[in-house]
């Protein structure tokens, strides 16, 4: 009889659950009209009729202090394409003759930081990509060569202090290598130009300049050699220029 006994509470418990479930099922079913009245603290008007009831909070909204810049930090003036899409396309090197040799001038600052864009935060300018390959005589691509940049900003200033528009990067397996920068500004007495040493390794180093095309003081600075022009062209992404350094390995 005991276990008659449990057995009908136990069916009673499952019937009164039951009837509970159906209440809860039927209250539910009028219930999300009530849950849009649920106040969203996050929203700051209210929602529209066919809006869900819950918004969650985007994860990244802005506030007062987050940045509101999420493209590179360049001007206007600079494309703001990101580097990474930037793979210029690069001819079959051309290997008749070493890289020519230049003056390092007054403006060198040894033991720069490595990176592959000299572009800073609030920097004016051209964007400019400069890219090529380290080769040797023979025309074979110098792994992991040093490639040590340094230029004037856009107003044609060197920063003598620090090192801005400064800094060092390694060609990559292909002997590659891609500097992002800007286009250098003219100073007096020269024409357009980025310093560059460039050395294999444990091979000895070549200092240099890389010119560009068209610039009226070319024809007027006598340090400048039409050997060391890059072949520049103008694309969505600002401008891109492609010169190859061929260095003595060894
Ligand atoms: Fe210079």
């Known amino acids: 009889m005991r276990r008659d006994t449990t057995t009908n509470r136990h069916r009673f418990?499952?019937?009164?659950?039951?009837?509970?479930?159906?209440?809860m099922l039927a209250a539910c079913?009028?219930?999300?009209?009530?849950?849009?009245?649920?106040?969203?603290?996050?929203?700051?008007?209210?929602?529209?009729?066919?809006?869900?009831?819950?918004?969650?909070?985007?994860?990244?909204?802005?506030?007062?202090s987050a940045p509101t810049v999420t493209q590179p930090p360049v001007t206007t003036d600079i494309p703001a394409?990101?580097?990474?899409?930037?793979?210029?396309?690069?001819?079959?090197?051309?290997?008749?003759?070493?890289?020519?040799?230049?003056?390092?001038?007054?403006?060198?600052?040894p033991d720069?930081?490595?990176?592959?864009?000299?572009?800073?935060?609030?920097?004016?300018?051209?964007?400019?990509?400069?890219?090529?390959?380290?080769?040797?005589?023979?025309?074979?691509?110098?792994?992991?060569a040093w490639l040590d940049f340094w230029q004037t900003d856009d107003e044609g200033e060197y920063d003598n202090a620090g090192y801005v528009m400064r800094g060092h990067q390694f060609a990559d397996a292909n002997g590659r290598y891609q500097l992002e920068t800007v286009?250098?500004?003219?100073?007096?007495?020269?024409?357009r130009h980025i310093h560059v040493k460039v050395q294999a390794p444990d091979g000895p180093i070549l200092t240099s300049q890389v010119y560009f095309p068209g610039e009226p003081a070319n024809t007027s600075d006598g340090i400048?050699?039409?050997?060391?022009?890059?072949?520049?062209?103008?694309?969505?992404?600002?401008?891109?220029?492609?010169?190859?350094?061929?260095?003595?390995a060894k």
Do not use: H, K
């Open 183 to 191: 286009l250098p500004g003219l100073y007096p007495g020269r024409t």
């Open 112 to 144: 720069t930081p490595e990176r592959t864009s000299l572009i800073e935060l609030g920097m004016t300018g051209t964007r400019l990509i400069l890219t090529g390959y380290v080769l040797d005589a023979n025309c074979q691509p110098i792994a992991n």
């Open 29 to 64: 079913g009028a219930a999300p009209i009530a849950q849009t009245a649920v106040p969203n603290p996050t929203a700051t008007t209210a929602p529209a009729a066919n809006v869900p009831p819950t918004i969650a909070p985007p994860t990244t909204a802005p506030t007062a």
């Open 224 to 248: 400048f050699d039409s050997a060391l022009i890059a072949d520049v062209q103008t694309t969505a992404d600002g401008l891109i220029g492609t010169f190859n350094f061929v260095i003595n």
């Open 81 to 109: 394409a990101p580097t990474a899409t930037v793979e210029a396309e690069l001819p079959v090197p051309d290997c008749s003759g070493l890289t020519p040799a230049q003056t390092e001038g007054p403006y060198y600052t």
């Open 13 to 23: 418990a499952a019937w009164c659950g039951g009837i509970v479930s159906a209440l």
